[in-house]
């Protein structure tokens, strides 16, 4: 049992959910180490968390003096052996079971302290299967942020059977007292609470657009102006990513074997078309 406050967090992925993460840590006073596997996306991952933080202080969420400071918490690597003296790591990479046991099974055997917290921001592999991946299951467990990590104030807290109840208070107590956010907690089931609602609406979605239904801009605007939504279910997946959409889906269709998570072939077709949403410049809308 240790009750030693979390200070050196590390952060493995630096793309659209591994960026927020390390922003939030980083603004919440934590030092904070982030993993890239290569020089090329250190630098992209860098800029994006520099371009949150320009964001915070051009809408006044945070001052030049706070975003300078949350700068200086940030150390960048390639080289995940530096994470061996961190507290609390959580890991934001691609939604890749292969991927992300292997992370968990290198981690394992590099973060020394046997108190620290191995934490994954998966939204739909079981938690139980990333800490079977390690020596100490015990150790491991789900912390699901949302995006835009920096804006949206929930986290789900995602145990497995095997998780130490001193690991959950822990992280519990990091993403509630120290970063701020609201926690739910789900079973280790895929999709967890959020996404095992959200992902058939926009699976419903997309399926509209592939039957004629209705247009991309007509659905949107139905769910903005009549549901008083923030954005409309084909915007938001595009804000997700639609290769993270299919990869939910498909996740949550192996696990419960449910028609209504099976991604349509139109997701498929962008996909494989390449047209991944906001982050690749084309989705169901053109971006800059
Ligand atoms: N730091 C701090 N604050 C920021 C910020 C940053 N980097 N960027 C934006 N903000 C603040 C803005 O100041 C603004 O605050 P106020 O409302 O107090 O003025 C607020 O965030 C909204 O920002 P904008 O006005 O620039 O943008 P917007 O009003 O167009 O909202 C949005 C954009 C926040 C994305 C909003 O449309 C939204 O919440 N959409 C829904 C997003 C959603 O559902 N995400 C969940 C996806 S599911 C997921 O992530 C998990 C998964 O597993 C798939």
């Not at 020394?112 to 108190?115: A, F, G, K």
């Not at 089931?189 to 609470?193: L, M, N, Q």
């Given at each position: 049992m240790t009750t030693e406050k979390i200070c050196r967090v590390g952060v493995v992925g630096a793309g659209q959910m591994g960026a927020g993460i390390a922003e939030v840590c980083a603004r919440a006073q934590a030092d904070v180490l982030v993993y890239e596997s290569t020089r090329d996306l250190v630098a992209a991952g860098r800029a994006r968390i520099l371009s949150s933080l320009d964001r915070g202080v051009s809408s006044g969420k945070l001052t030049e003096r706070e975003r300078d400071q949350a700068v200086d918490r940030l150390t960048f690597t390639?080289?995940?052996?530096?994470?061996?003296?961190?507290?609390l790591v959580c890991e934001a990479v691609v939604e890749d079971e292969a991927v992300k046991t292997a992370i968990f099974t290198q981690l394992d055997k590099i973060v020394?302290?046997?108190?620290a917290v191995l934490a994954s921001n998966t939204s739909s592999i079981a938690i139980m299967k990333l800490g079977m991946a390690?020596?100490?299951?015990?150790?491991v467990i789900g912390l699901h942020f949302f995006n835009p990590v920096p804006v949206l104030p929930l986290v789900e807290l995602v145990t497995t059977l095997m998780t130490a109840p001193e690991v959950t208070a822990r992280a519990e107590s990091f993403a509630?007292?120290?970063?701020?956010k609201q926690v739910i907690r789900s079973a280790d089931?895929?999709?967890?609470?959020v996404n095992a609602l959200l992902v058939p609406y926009l699976l419903s979605a997309i399926r509209m657009v592939e039957s004629g239904f209705s247009t991309v801009e007509d659905i949107d605007k139905a769910m903005v102006l009549g549901c008083a939504h923030p954005m409309g279910p084909l915007k938001l997946a595009d804000l997700v990513g639609l290769d993270t959409v299919k990869a939910i889906a498909d996740k949550m269709y192996e696990e419960f074997?449910?028609?209504?998570y099976s991604p349509p072939p139109l997701l498929l077709r962008m996909v494989e078309a390449g047209r991944l949403g906001k982050k690749a410049g084309h989705g169901f809308y053109e971006y800059e």
């Open positions: 390639s080289d995940l052996g530096d994470f061996a003296d961190r507290q020394v302290d046997p108190h390690t020596q100490n299951a015990a150790r509630h007292d120290v970063l701020g089931r895929s999709g967890f609470v074997e449910e028609p209504l």
